[in-house]
């Protein structure tokens, strides 16, 4: 397996170093890891913290900045972070507003941020937390850890960022930030499995010729693997499983999301699919955002995220942002 | 008795067979969960093992709070806040005595076991660390010995049970025939805690 690396151990602060040169405007501690936006703690305004394991650049880090995230949290690759890293970034960030936390619903960020929220409470900082779980893919919901956090986690900081932004108090931000998540519904399909640096070989075994449907972020194998379908078969599937479990009464905001390692031709070609296929269903789009945003390392493939937004939503939507991975507006 | 000394060089010795096991552990973790659990546990129980030998309480659970504090801090992903969960509990249960005895020791493993249950929100059967530890502090009372094959067995019990929690739970059915590697490494803290019994003169 090739990859752009020193060695293993070393990824994640590689990549902060780089960071830090290429963003003057984020202030990036590479020793304990947390990406704060460099004017922060900014007077009055609620910060959002979020994070998670490494691998899905742009996300969180690529998201710290005007308009979004006041702070990230990396972990080790696809490792939840520990809870120093998140009420280190919350202590750097509060302006006395509070804190909202962002987390992806897997075992081991919900299990570090409660530690760091109750840490970061004995501080004396107010904090909320939000979790993301638009994953459509899992069922048995019940019987399992409960529906992932992916793709959604980019409109959830999105709109909760720019309400932050806006001024409003943490309880409303808190409430923007669910309405958001209760609001969106994803679908992920891997075309090839991912490599770790740890392991330096794809994670599991998907021969040529067939694909993963259901799959998650994490290089984990989806539920059900199938012969390969065109790109208008795959949206047809995707878009139908999004809109089995979401009903929208308002325009949707689509994010075509690639893993990692699929092109922004084969994006671009997926997300025409994916627009007629909404068509088709009569569900009217107010925004599309196509590219690398939630990735899997270098997994082939795609998801898509569906959010539906009224009108306050979409204002937060076209409010300017200003991230490394996500800018319009300013 | 059990004392500061025993309960330090059961971690060194845990940390010396996770580090043996890394790569197993991790090749476990990758059909069913991600492929990091040898990387990630490598990385707190080194971190445990340098912060003994560099602080180097005198109690048993202050040895064993240390020493989740440090998995807590440096693990990451869910097993930093369970294993993590799992030693401090224990220690915290264990009080500030000087030396403990091993029945004492047994009941507060349990403390820490039920600890453990009660953050992941998991049972015995859904194919996680549980399905090994349970069964070690249910024979802990018996030797150190049982524990260790209780939780060997737990951990190869794993095998045809559906994943109910965790990441492998995300896989449903596609997680039955694989070795659970949480059960895996938690066999690992049983088999330490039995040689280091079995250095120290206790079966």
Same mark, same amino acid.
């Given at each position: 397996m090739r990859m752009l690396i020193n060695v293993a151990e070393t990824v994640v602060a590689d990549a902060l170093r780089g960071m830090a040169a290429a963003h003057p405007e984020l202030t990036v501690d590479v020793e304990n890891r947390v990406i704060t936006r460099a004017d922060a703690p900014v007077a009055g305004k609620v910060a959002l913290v979020s994070g998670g394991g490494s691998g899905h650049e742009p996300l969180h880090g690529g998201f710290v900045g005007p308009g979004m995230l006041s702070a990230a949290c990396p972990g080790e690759v696809f490792t939840s972070p520990v809870p120093d890293q998140m009420v280190r970034a919350a202590a750097a960030v509060d302006s006395g507003a509070g804190v909202l936390f962002v987390v992806k619903n897997y075992t081991g960020d919900v299990l570090n941020f409660d530690m760091a929220a109750e840490l970061a409470e004995d501080e004396g900082i107010q904090v909320a937390k939000v979790l993301v779980n638009d994953d459509v893919a899992v069922t048995d919901s019940l019987y399992t850890a409960g529906r992932r956090g992916t793709g959604a986690t980019l409109f959830v900081e999105k709109l909760a960022g720019a309400a932050a932004e806006e001024g409003m108090p943490l309880e409303r931000v808190?409430? $923007?930030?669910?309405? $958001?998540n209760e609001n969106s519904r994803s679908f992920g399909v891997a075309l090839s499995a991912c490599s770790t640096p740890a392991k330096g070989s794809p994670t599991f075994d998907l021969p040529p010729g067939e694909l993963e449907l259901g799959v998650g972020i994490h290089g984990e194998p989806g539920r059900e693997r199938r012969a390969m379908m065109t790109s208008r078969e795959i949206a047809d599937f995707a878009v139908d499983a999004v809109l089995d479990d979401l009903t929208p009464t308002d325009p949707v905001l689509v994010l075509v999301n690639g893993m990692g390692a699929t092109p922004l031709l084969e994006l671009y070609g997926f997300n025409a699919e994916v627009q007629r296929v909404l068509r088709e269903?009569? $569900?009217p789009v107010v925004r599309t955002l196509v590219g690398n945003y939630v990735t899997s390392l270098d997994m082939a493939g795609a998801s898509v995220t569906l959010c539906q937004a009224d009108e306050e939503l979409l204002r937060l939507w076209d409010a300017p942002v200003c991230t490394a991975g996500l800018r319009w507006g300013m | 008795m059990l004392d500061a000394d025993f309960l330090r060089r059961w971690l060194t010795n845990a940390a010396t067979a996770v580090d043996r096991e890394a790569e197993r552990l991790t090749e476990l973790d990758s059909p069913i969960g991600d492929a990091d659990h040898g990387?990630?546990?490598q990385?707190?129980?080194?971190?445990?093992?340098?912060?003994?030998?560099?602080d180097?309480?005198?109690?048993?659970? *202050?040895v064993l709070i240390?020493?989740?504090?440090q998995l807590i801090s440096t693990v990451g992903g869910a097993s930093g806040p369970l294993y993590g969960t799992l030693l401090r509990r224990t220690g915290k249960a264990l009080g500030d005595a000087a030396e403990v005895g091993e029945a004492e020791f047994a009941d507060a493993l349990r403390v820490g076991v039920d600890a453990v249950a009660a953050l992941g929100g998991a049972a015995p059967g859904d194919k996680t660390?549980?399905? *090994?530890l349970v069964p070690a502090v249910d024979a802990l009372p018996t030797s150190f010995a049982a524990a260790r094959a209780a939780a060997h067995e737990g951990a190869l019990a794993t095998t045809p049970l559906q994943a109910r929690k965790g990441r492998a739970s995300y896989l449903g059915e596609r997680s039955i025939g694989h070795q659970d590697p949480g059960a895996t490494s938690s066999a690992l803290l049983f088999e330490a805690l039995a040689e280091t019994a079995e250095g120290a003169g206790h079966a």
């Open positions: 808190e409430a $923007v930030a669910r309405r $958001v269903r009569g $569900v | 990387s990630n546990l990385r707190g129980f080194t971190a445990v093992a340098a912060a003994l030998e560099k180097a309480p005198d109690t048993p659970g *202050a240390l020493a989740g504090r660390m549980l399905d *090994a």
